[in-house]
Structures are given as C-alpha cells and as structure tokens.
C-alpha cells in the first residue's frame, strides 16, 4: 500500500476515524474532535456498487471508495473514548464486507507544525462483489441516477459530498460532472451521458 504507516499507537492514543464519504457529514457516533484531515497516498474514486445504502442487489447504486495514489482530504473524527469502540463495532457493520479498516496516517489540518495521527480508515475490498475498480462516467453516472437504498439515494449522496468538500474548499470536478451527467438522466436526458 502507498503512504506512510503510522507508528505503533500507545495503547491509550485517542481514536481517529477519517471519513472521506458519507462518514463526513453523518459519521453516526458520539465524538469530542472534528478536524479537516488529509490521508495521503489515497485517492476517493467511483469503485463501489452499492447493494444496501444506495441501491440494491437488483439495481445497484454507488458510493465512493478509495483507489490507491494521491491524496483525499476528509475529516478526521476523535470518538468520546468511553464509546470508541461501540462506535468501531457501528461503522464495521454499517461499511459491512466491502471494506477492510485499516490504520493509516492522517495529517490533520490547522496545526503548525502540521500533526499526524493514526486513523482507521475504511478501504474499499477489491475481492468482494460490490467493487467495481473503474467504469466510464455514463455507467458511473446510471448508477447514481437510479440508485435507491435503505440510505437514500445514490444522487442525493453525491449531491451531499459535493456539498461536504466545498465547505473543506475542495474540488473534484469528475465528481461534478458526474452529477449533472445524473441530473439529466433523471430528467430524461439519456443522450447527454455519452462517455
């Protein structure tokens, strides 16, 4: 794997969690710290199908993953640590198999020097169904223009990240363009999605 490994945690070293998807705006768990973080060697890209937040197993919807190169700029969460392991158990449910947690460095923003902590991190299982590795952005753009789950929809997760990087001053023009490919395939326009 790229990027630094972070050195062995001392047993009470706080908890971090490094949300770069929907763990940004509903991370789901009680926590004292809230910091914008970079995990470098790490890019978020369109790999995952989703079969239960976003979609189903009949018609699939998406979610991002991280592909390995570059850099994602996220948040890092510190749980209250008399509930961080309740709160590990709840995100590996809620990520379920098609993620391995791992624990990788993270630079939080906003100190000087910069600060690096150890982070769980889920990273997408690329032995598993639901990822997909890279697909053009008319399929990318299908998927979340029909996606549906027990979450909400696929379009409204990706209108929901958008919205989460601007706030971090963050842009990601794939991910734009695959929206407003969305938008139109949900308005009826079928053939503006061409590749």
Same mark, same amino acid.
């Given at each position: 794997?790229?990027?630094?490994?972070?050195p062995?945690?001392?047993?009470? +070293?706080p908890v971090?969690v490094?949300?770069?998807?929907?763990?940004?705006?509903n991370?789901?768990? /009680?926590?004292l !710290? @809230?910091?914008? +973080? *970079?995990?470098?060697?790490?890019q @978020?890209?369109?790999?995952?199908?989703?079969? @239960? #937040?976003?979609?189903?197993?009949q018609?699939p919807?998406? *979610?991002?993953?991280?592909?390995?190169?570059? !850099?994602?700029?996220?948040?890092?969460?510190?749980p &209250?640590?008399?509930?961080? $392991?309740?709160?590990?158990?709840?995100?590996d449910a809620?990520?379920? &198999?098609g993620y391995?947690?791992?624990?990788l460095a *993270? $630079?939080?923003?906003g100190g000087s020097?910069p600060?690096? *902590? %150890?982070?769980?991190? =889920?990273?997408?299982n690329t032995? #598993? %169904?639901?990822?997909?590795?890279?697909?053009?952005?008319? #399929?990318?753009?299908?998927?979340v223009?029909?996606?549906?789950g !027990?979450?909400?929809?696929? =379009?409204? =997760?990706? +209108?929901a990240?958008?919205?989460?990087?601007e706030?971090?001053?963050?842009e !990601? %023009?794939?991910?734009? &363009?695959v929206?407003?490919?969305? /938008?139109?395939?949900?308005?009826?326009?079928?053939?503006?999605? @061409?590749?």
């Open positions: 794997m790229n990027g630094p490994l972070p062995p945690a001392p047993a009470d +070293a971090w490094f949300g770069y998807g929907s763990l940004m705006w991370p789901g768990f /009680a926590w !710290e @809230r910091r914008a +973080a *970079v995990l470098t060697g790490w @978020r890209a369109f790999c995952r199908y989703s079969f @239960r #937040h976003r979609g189903t197993p018609s919807g998406l *979610v991002i993953g991280l592909r390995e190169g570059g !850099e994602c700029k996220g948040i890092a969460f510190r &209250d640590p008399a509930q961080a $392991t309740r709160a590990l158990e709840y995100l809620r990520e379920g &198999d391995h947690r791992l624990r *993270v $630079t939080l923003d020097p600060r690096t *902590v %150890p982070a769980w991190v =889920y990273v997408p032995g #598993h %169904p639901s990822y997909f590795g890279r697909q053009d952005p008319g #399929h990318v753009a299908r998927l223009a029909r996606g549906a !027990e979450s909400g929809t696929a =379009y409204d =997760y990706l +209108a990240l958008i919205g989460e990087l706030r971090l001053g963050v !990601e %023009p794939e991910l734009g &363009d929206l407003r490919r969305a /938008a139109l395939l949900r308005n009826g326009g079928a053939g503006e999605t @061409r590749g």
